[in-house]
């Protein structure tokens, strides 16, 4: 069993609508949860990150975390062309243990 | 710019060369971190560092070696690589207490092993 799961994609989109990336995971020790953004050829970059249970809101963004049923989403809203990328779910436990999932390819289409 | 740098960006090297990674962060973080990006496959984490000593080691074949002079160096010396160690490698840093625990990483190495 995989640490983390997503769906791989491609989830498409049309442009102003709102994603919905979805994210499993198995560690129940798990404190923190991250998403990360990363462009073809570019390194993954912190777009969002949650500790509690509920929703956190940064600008468009919106992560959900539901730590029962061991579940983090990322909502995009608004979405932009410049938003198509692969996004990360990661998790840990503690600073030496993350676990990233295999990604979902956003196509966010104009 | 995430305060984090790697260099070099791109590294072609033989199965018998030796040549060294480096990354260096410039955001007071005390923890940091080498991953492996191949293609079609998630993030691995390969070796993490706290002040300085290494508290993970994901069972990483002996061709890859790190090094932590101090919290704000990473090197990776790699040495009789196989073509399939050809990958992204990345560097990380972040704090190593509590739940603000975020990675930022560096822009990466692009190795190509022939």
């Known amino acids: 069993q995989k640490e983390v799961e997503q769906n791989s994609g491609p989830l498409s989109v049309p442009e102003g609508a709102i994603a919905s990336l979805n994210c499993t995971y198995s560690?129940?020790?798990?404190?923190?949860f991250f998403w990360y953004r990363q462009y073809s050829g570019k390194s993954p970059e912190l777009i969002m990150f949650?500790?509690?249970?509920g929703d956190k809101e940064d600008g468009r963004f919106t992560a959900q975390l539901n730590k029962a049923s061991q579940y983090v989403s990322l909502l995009i809203r608004d979405s932009q062309p410049s938003d198509s990328a692969t996004y990360l779910c990661?998790?840990?436990?503690?600073?030496?243990?993350?676990?990233f999932g295999s990604g979902t390819k956003l196509n966010v289409k104009p | 710019e995430t305060g984090v740098t790697q260099t070099p960006r791109h590294l072609v090297m033989g199965m018998t060369n030796k040549k060294s990674l480096k990354c260096e962060q410039h955001?007071?973080?005390?923890?940091m971190y080498w991953y492996k990006q191949s293609a079609k496959k998630p993030l691995e984490l390969m070796f993490v560092?706290?002040?300085?000593?290494?508290?993970e080691n994901n069972s990483v074949p002996s061709r890859f070696s790190p090094e932590c002079p101090n919290s704000s160096h990473l090197f990776l010396h790699l040495h009789t690589l196989q073509p399939e160690d050809s990958a992204l490698y990345l560097c990380?840093?972040?704090?190593?207490?509590?739940?603000?625990?975020?990675?930022?990483f560096g822009p990466g190495t692009r190795l190509t092993v022939l």
């Open positions: 560690d129940r020790g798990s404190q923190s």
């Open positions: 990661a998790v840990s436990p503690n600073f030496n243990k993350f676990y």
């Open positions: 955001l007071g973080h005390n923890a």
């Open positions: 990380a840093s972040s704090q190593s207490e509590g739940y603000y625990n975020e990675q930022f």
């Open positions: 949650i500790y509690s249970n």
């Open positions: 560092y706290s002040l300085e000593e290494r508290v």
